[in-house]
C-alpha cells in the first residue's frame, strides 16, 4: 500500500522533503498558502529528479503522486507522515501542531524541521504531545542524509523507532539527539564557525570568497567523509587521538577566536558581506546554483558510495534491489537504472567509457543469475572477458531511466557470450557484447565451470536459442 507524506510550508526545506518523499514512492499532498507554493516546488522537484535518482545503481521506486491542498486537515488527514516547515516562530508552530492534531491519525508521526526548538518546547500545549518530534532536515533534503531526530521525554521509544525506520526507508540517516538542547547538533557547530567567519569579514582579515575557499580547498574535502574527530586521530599520527590532544589541546586556551562574541551586525557589515557575495557568486541564478551544488554532491557521495564509508554508506543500505531473473525465455532484464550526472561528458551525454560500464554490469549481474557470484568466486573461479564490441546507436543524457537486456548466444564449455541492448523505454540506445572465458583463479588458466553454474548457463542458452539473432551480433566476437 502507497504511504502518504503531508508537508507544510512549501519552502526551500518543505519543497526538498517533498521530493524526497515522492522519488522515494510516497504520496505527497502539500499544503502551504503562498500562491507561488506548487511553481516553487515543481522547480524543487526537477532538480531531485536529476540529481537523486543518480545516486542508486539499481531503478528507483516509481514515484508517488503530488497534490496541493488549500485546506490544511485535508491535507493531513490520511497521512503516515506530517512534516511541519513553517517559520521558526513558536506561536505559529503551536497553531499548525494544534489544526494537524485536530485532524491527523492519532498513529500518524509529526515531524518539525525546525533547527532551534527543543521538541519539548513544540510539544507545549499539543493534544497529544508524545506525536511530535524533531526530525532536522539538511539542504537540499532530498540528496543530504543527516536527519536530526530529536525527541523529549515524553515520546516513546516506540515512536522513536518508527520514525527511525521510515526516514532510513526514504534514504536518510537520522542521527538519534539523545539530550534535548536548543540547536541540536549540527547547527551549533555550525554557528561557531559562522560567527568566526563573521569576525574574519569584520575585522577585514577575508573576505566571503576567500572563506569559503579556505572550506573547500581544504578541511571542507576531509570533513566530508570523516567528520572532525576522526580527521584529528589521523593528524595525531600512530599515537593517535590521545597525542594529538596532548600536543594541541594548549592551543585551545590562547586567544586565537572570538567564539564567545558576535560582531554586531551593522548595516555597514550586511553591506560588505552582500557586496563580496554578490561579486563571488552573482554571475549565477539561484537555480544554477542548485544545479551546481547537486552535481558536486552527488559525484563526491557517489565516491563515497564505491567505498561504502560515511554518506556513501548510507546509500549502499538504501539501494532498491537489483533486477531478478524471471522468465528465462525472453531476453533478461540485468540493469534498470537512472543514467546519474557523472557519467555524461561536455555534450551532456553518456560518455563512452560509461557505456561500457553499463554492458559491464549487465555482464556482472548476469554472472551472478547464474551462481557465479561473491562466495563462487572467492571459492577459485570466475569469468574474464575475452572481448567485447559496443555499437552506440543513440546519445543516452544525464537522467535517462536506463534498461539492459541480456541474451545468452552461447553457454557451454568455458565459453559465455552474452549480448546485450539497452533501451530507453521502447528506444534502443546501444548493444554491448562479451565473450567471457570460465578461469581457475588458482592457475590463470581456463576451466570448466562447476556443474550449477554449467547447468543453470545451459538451461538458459537453450532457451534463449530460439529467440531471433540479434542485430550486429558477432561484428567483431570471436575473431582473432
Not at 344 to 362: C, P, S, V
Not at 376 to 387: D, L, N, P, Q
Request: hydrophobic share 40%; net charge negative.
Amino acid at each position: 500500500m502507497t504511504q502518504i507524506a503531508a508537508i507544510l510550508g512549501g519552502g526551500v526545506i518543505g519543497g526538498g522533503w517533498a521530493a524526497r518523499f515522492l522519488l522515494m514512492g510516497w504520496d505527497v499532498r502539500v499544503f502551504d498558502p503562498d500562491p507561488e507554493a506548487e511553481r516553487k516546488i515543481n522547480e524543487v522537484l526537477a532538480n531531485a529528479r536529476r540529481s537523486l535518482p543518480g545516486l542508486s545503481d539499481t531503478a528507483m521506486p516509481e514515484e508517488g503522486a503530488l497534490t496541493f491542498y488549500t485546506d490544511l486537515a485535508e491535507a493531513v488527514g490520511p497521512a503516515d507522515w506530517i512534516q511541519e516547515s513553517v517559520p521558526e516562530r513558536l506561536e505559529i508552530k503551536h497553531k499548525v501542531f494544534a489544526q494537524v492534531q485536530a485532524a491527523c491519525r492519532e498513529d500518524a508521526i509529526i515531524g518539525s524541521s525546525t533547527s532551534g526548538f527543543k521538541p519539548s518546547e513544540l510539544q507545549e500545549g499539543a493534544a497529544r504531545p508524545g506525536q511530535i518530534v524533531v526530525t532536522h532536515p539538511f539542504n537540499p533534503v532530498y540528496l543530504l542524509p543527516l536527519i536530526e531526530l530529536v525527541p523529549s521525554p515524553v515520546n516513546d521509544s516506540a515512536t522513536v523507532q518508527k520514525a527511525k525506520d521510515i526516514l532510513t526507508s526514504i534514504g536518510c540517516f537520522p542521527l538519534h539527539v539523545r539530550k534535548e538542547i536548543d540547536a541540536h547538533i549540527a547547527d551549533r557547530f555550525l554557528e561557531a564557525v559562522w560567527r568566526e567567519a563573521l569576525w574574519l569579514i569584520k575585522d577585514r582579515i577575508a573576505t566571503t570568497e576567500e572563506i569559503d575557499e579556505a572550506i573547500r580547498m581544504g578541511f571542507g574535502l576531509r570533513w566530508a567523509q570523516m567528520g572532525l574527530f576522526e580527521t584529528y586521530r589521523i593528524a595525531g599520527g600512530e599515537a593517535g587521538m590521545k597525542h594529538f590532544i596532548e600536543q594541541f589541546g594548549p592551543c585551545l586556551s590562547w586567544p586565537w577566536t572570538k567564539l564567545m562574541d558576535v560582531p554586531e551586525l551593522t548595516d555597514e557589515l550586511v553591506d560588505q558581506i552582500a557586496s563580496q557575495s554578490d561579486a563571488q557568486s552573482g554571475m549565477h541564478s539561484i537555480r544554477e546554483l542548485e544545479r551546481i551544488r547537486d552535481t558536486n554532491l552527488v559525484a563526491m557521495m557517489r565516491a563515497l558510495k564505491a567505498q561504502d564509508w560515511g554518506a556513501g554508506a548510507v546509500l549502499n543500505r538504501a539501494q532498491p534491489a537489483k533486477p531478478e531473473l524471471e522468465d528465462s525465455a525472453l531476453p533478461i532484464v540485468t540493469v534498470q537504472r537512472t543514467v546519474p550526472l557523472d557519467w555524461t561528458d561536455y555534450n551532456g551525454h553518456m560518455n563512452e567509457a560509461r557505456y561500457l560500464q553499463a554492458f559491464g554490469d549487465a555482464t556482472d549481474r548476469f554472472m551472478e543469475m547464474v551462481g557465479c557470484d561473491a562466495d563462487y568466486i572467492a571459492s577459485g573461479g570466475s569469468y574474464f572477458t575475452a572481448e567485447t564490441h559496443i555499437r552506440h546507436l543513440d546519445e543516452v543524457p544525464a537522467g535517462a531511466s536506463i534498461r539492459v537486456e541480456t541474451q545468452v548466444l552461447l553457454g557451454q564449455g568455458k565459453k559465455m557470450h552474452l549480448f546485450h541492448r539497452m533501451y530507453e523505454g521502447g528506444r534502443l540506445l546501444a548493444t554491448g557484447e562479451h565473450m567471457l572465458i570460465h578461469v581457475s583463479l588458482e592457475t590463470r588458466r581456463a576451466s570448466e565451470p562447476s556443474d550449477a553454474i554449467a547447468a543453470k548457463l545451459g538451461e538458459i542458452a537453450a532457451a534463449h536459442a530460439s529467440l531471433p539473432a540479434p542485430e550486429g551480433a558477432g561484428a567483431a566476437i570471436g575473431r582473432r
